[in-house]
């Protein structure tokens, strides 16, 4: 069975830092591209961040480029995103998601697997 599991999530202060994991199973890790996305309260899912299948292209939504990381180990089968200076508004849940093709695209319907998130809570 294919199983995305998140972890890193939590709560942490304004201008903080977290390091999200995206651990994998059942499926071929490095003929996915990989993306994070996020949904706040009330809001409906925004794609974050993405990389392909070999690590080597990255993608960021504008406004988080300078602020988030994305890498992958295609030996543990994992996807990671390194967040910092942290602020209210990325309060939300973090999904990580695999697409059966190696290229990154900014649409969540686009993704076949899905994680069940985490929760990162920026509050002081």
């Known amino acids: 069975d294919v199983e995305l599991v998140e972890s890193g999530g939590g709560l942490v202060q304004p201008g903080g830092s977290l390091r999200l994991s995206c651990t994998t199973s059942g499926f071929i890790f490095g003929h996915y591209a990989m993306s994070w996305v996020r949904q706040a309260p009330g809001n409906g899912l925004e794609w974050v961040s993405g990389?392909?299948?070999?690590?080597?292209?990255?993608s960021y939504t504008h406004t988080l480029k300078d602020h988030f990381t994305i890498s992958r180990d295609n030996a543990k089968n994992t996807v990671y995103l390194q967040m910092n200076t942290l602020k209210p508004e990325d309060t939300a849940v973090y999904y990580c998601?695999?697409?059966?093709?190696?290229?990154?695209?900014?649409?969540?319907?686009?993704?076949?697997?899905w994680g069940q998130g985490t929760q990162v809570t920026v509050s002081s």
């Open positions: 998601a695999a697409r059966r093709f190696p290229v990154v695209v900014d649409l969540p319907s686009e993704y076949d697997y």
């Open positions: 990389i392909d299948e070999t690590g080597t292209i990255t």
